[in-house]
Nanobody
Framework: VQLVESGGGSAQPGESLSLSCAAR????????MGWYRQIPGKKRELVAT???????NYAESVKGRFTISRDNDKNTVYLQMNGLKPEDTALYYC????????????WGQGTQVTISS
């Protein structure tokens, strides 16, 4: 499967950005989709995930500001980021798992989000 990310870029504190990630040619039903982020020198951390039934899970640091959604027909996951802060600056990675491939994670190439005034 190929994960094609779009969106991101630069914004000022308090502004909004959105990310999207389309899974191209998934051979199996997608269980979980989501976003992680990473700052150089630090571990990749969870931002948000959403399962097939659209149950969501968010990192505490983004709750109330970020919204994850999913279009199962398009195999696409979205992340709407509002109230952005400088500490949201990171490389954001799309992520998914398949029902028939438990324990295996699939990642996008990453898209940069930079928040500064």
């Amino acid at each position: 499967v190929q994960l094609v990310e779009s969106g991101g870029g630069s914004a000022q504190p308090g502004e909004s950005l959105s990310l999207s990630c389309a899974a191209r040619e998934p051979r199996f039903a997608i269980e979980l989709m989501g976003w992680y982020r990473q700052i150089p020198g630090k571990k990749r951390e969870l931002v948000a995930t959403i399962n097939l039934g659209r149950t969501t899970n968010y990192a505490e640091s983004v709750k109330g500001r970020f919204t994850i959604s999913r279009d199962n027909d398009k195999n696409t996951v979205y992340l709407q980021m509002n109230g952005l802060k400088p500490e949201d600056t990171a490389l954001y990675y799309c992520y998914l798992t398949f029902f028939l491939r438990p324990g295996r994670d699939y990642w996008g190439q990453g898209t940069q989000v930079t928040i500064s005034s």
